[in-house]
């Protein structure tokens, strides 16, 4: 199926925390188009918020409602912003639906810039919990491997939200 770009969803992908979703909904409403983020799409329709899916059921069982629930969105809904959970991007099936049929954006943090921001991440982010800075750095340097994949990207350091909103929105354009 050909899904012209300007019917395309568009996704973000990044390291947690550095801002898919607030910079997801400002470009949601700079474009008039409807906002989907979907750890909270999954909590929504799971009942549950993401700690608790993870202590009570484990990281490979929301891996697996991570990927339906983004294979159901991109092959169900168009034009909208969808910003992805930091991790959905290590699962092949995950980066093939998103690079088939949606704008696949990645936002750009670099460490230094997202370790001053480290302390107010960790509570709601399983994935995060009794870990080093050191280990941290790891999983962070690890992730960027996964963000390879992707159709643009996005190097926020020195932008705030409406920056790197409006700079996206501009990129759209051409
Ligand atoms: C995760 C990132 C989180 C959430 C879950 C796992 C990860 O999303 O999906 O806690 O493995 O990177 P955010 O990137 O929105 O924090």
């Not at 990927?67 to 930091?86: F, M």
Request: hydrophobic residues 40%; proline residues 2%.
């Amino acid at each position: 199926q050909h899904i012209p770009v300007r019917a395309k969803n568009i996704v973000l992908i990044g390291f947690m925390g550095v801002g898919k979703t607030t910079i997801g909904k400002l470009v949601a409403e700079k474009l008039y188009r409807d906002f989907i983020d979907v750890d909270a799409e999954i909590e929504q329709r799971y009942g549950m918020a993401i700690p608790e899916i993870f202590a009570q059921h484990g990281e490979d069982y929301f891996r697996k409602i991570e990927r339906n629930t983004i294979i159901d969105i991109c092959n169900n809904k168009q034009c909208n912003i969808v910003s992805l959970g930091g991790g959905a991007f290590k699962q092949e099936a995950i980066r093939e639906v998103c690079l088939e049929s949606c704008l696949v954006l990645f936002l750009d943090l670099s460490w230094d810039r997202w370790k001053e921001r480290m302390d107010l991440l960790i509570e709601n982010r399983p994935v995060l919990h009794n870990k080093s800075v050191d280990e941290v750095q790891q999983i962070f340097d690890e992730r960027q491997a996964i963000y390879a994949e992707h159709n643009a990207r996005v190097t926020t350091d020195n932008l705030n939200p409406e920056e790197v909103a409006d700079y996206i929105v501009e990129l759209l354009k051409l």
